[in-house]
């Protein structure tokens, strides 16, 4: 199985940008479907973007579409979010999540422990 390990997150104004990195191990990244996800104080984790093996493909939650960017670097074992013109309402703890069948994105299978994302107005 694999083991992923989320790094990144921070303090910043609203505005600023932010890049979340998931490194795996265990296994090879590129043998999973790989996601993000979110959970803000008293609310469920939800969906924010998903990518698969190759990287070609990926899908965004309404709410970050065309202020986040997800990528993948299989040969580095690591999964990115890139993240610009955060608002207050993107704070949240965030996940990065993999699925080791299918090709588009359904459900986690592993998770990583989260990092934690703060944005001030």
């Known amino acids: 199985q694999v083991q992923l390990v989320e790094s990144g997150g921070g303090l ?15 296994r090879t990244i ?9 959970q803000a104080p008293g609310k469920e984790r939800s969906f924010v973007c998903a990518i698969n093996r190759s990287g070609d493909n990926t899908n965004y939650a309404d709410s970050v579409k065309g202020r986040f960017t997800i990528s993948r670097d299989n040969e ?3 999964v990115y979010l890139q993240m610009n013109s955060l608002k207050p309402e993107d704070t949240a703890v965030y996940y990065c999540a993999g699925q080791r069948y299918g090709s ?15 944005v001030s107005s």
């Open 76 to 78: 580095k074992n690591t």
């Open 30 to 38: 590129g043998d999973y479907v790989m996601a993000w996800f979110r």
């Open 12 to 26: 910043v104004q609203a505005g600023d940008s932010l890049r979340l990195s998931c490194a795996a191990s265990g």
């Open 104 to 118: 588009t994105w359904r459900r986690a299978d592993y998770w990583g422990q989260g990092t934690q994302v703060t």
